[in-house]
């Protein structure tokens, strides 16, 4: 009677630690899909914040790009006009250079 006892004991005991094992492997299992599902949320809500930004700063870039071609059009314009407004200074710069390199000394 005490052997079928202690074998009814232990059964007992098998059988609490096989519970124990299914109920520790189910948590995990659930852990590990929760955090899976929590990543693929995360990577949604960065992916679309990502493509948000890229356009902002593509659109920025776009606009700041015509911005600096139609200053640049400006600039050598007013550029091309100050020195055709300058052609005395030609003219005398050319002469120095005569004077200095090819008249003797």
């Known amino acids: 009677m005490v052997v079928k006892k202690e074998k009814d004991i232990l059964q007992h005991l098998l059988g609490i ?3 124990a094992s299914e109920l ?3 948590a995990q299992e659930e852990a590990d899909r929760r955090s899976e599902e929590s990543a693929q949320a995360l990577r949604a809500i960065f992916q679309k914040q990502y493509e948000t930004a890229s356009k902002e700063i593509q659109a920025r870039l ?3 790009r ?3 071609l139609r200053n640049r059009e400006e ?3 007013q550029f091309k006009k100050d020195l055709e407004g300058e052609e005395w200074q030609r003219e005398r710069f050319n002469a120095l250079c005569q004077k200095l390199f090819f008249e003797e000394r």
């Open 75 to 77: 600039e050598l314009n």
């Open 66 to 68: 015509q911005d600096f």
């Open 24 to 26: 520790v492997l189910s």
């Open 17 to 19: 630690e096989r519970a």
């Open 62 to 64: 776009a606009t700041e």
